[in-house]
C-alpha cells in the first residue's frame, strides 16, 4: 500500500509563493506517474499538474501555466509542486495523487491519494 503525505500550505498573499511536498512510502514514485489535484469550496475538484513516469512529461491546467512547476526527487521518493505569482483564485485545498493509467488530468486514473494540505491566498 502506498501512502502519500503532503506538507507545505499555509497562508500566504497574493503575489507569493509555496512549495507543496508530497512524500511517498510503501513504493517508489519512479513506476508511477505523480499528480496534484485541488478543490475550491463550492467547486468541483480539478487538476492542477502532472508528471508521468517517464520523467520530461509534465502536464499543467492552463490557469497555473507559467507560475506552477511540478518536479520529482526519486531519491527521496518524494514530489513537489512550487507555486509562485499566487493569486487568490489558487485557494484550495491540494491533494497528490499517485497512479499507472494514460490520462492523467482524470481523478479516476489515480489509485493512491494524499490527505490535502490547505493553501489559502489572501488578496
Known amino acids: 500500500q502506498m501512502q502519500l503525505v503532503e506538507s507545505g500550505g499555509g497562508l500566504v498573499q497574493a503575489g507569493g509563493s509555496l512549495r507543496l511536498s508530497c512524500a511517498a512510502s510503501?513504493?517508489?514514485?519512479?513506476?508511477?506517474?505523480m499528480g496534484w489535484f485541488r478543490q475550491a469550496p463550492g467547486k468541483e475538484r480539478e487538476f492542477v499538474a502532472a508528471?508521468?513516469?517517464?520523467?520530461?512529461?509534465?502536464y499543467y491546467t492552463d490557469s497555473v501555466k507559467g507560475r506552477f512547476t511540478i518536479s520529482r526527487d526519486n531519491a527521496k521518493n518524494t514530489v513537489y509542486l512550487q507555486m509562485n505569482s499566487l493569486k487568490p483564485e489558487d485557494t484550495a485545498v491540494y491533494y497528490c495523487?499517485?497512479?499507472?493509467?494514460?490520462?492523467?488530468?482524470?481523478?479516476?486514473?489515480?489509485?493512491?491519494w494524499g490527505q490535502g494540505t490547505q493553501v489559502t491566498v489572501s488578496s
Open positions: 495523487a499517485a497512479g499507472r493509467r494514460i490520462g492523467l488530468e482524470r481523478e479516476g486514473n489515480y489509485d493512491y
Open positions: 508528471t508521468d513516469w517517464r520523467g520530461p512529461m509534465t
Open positions: 510503501g513504493r517508489t514514485i519512479i513506476t508511477y506517474a
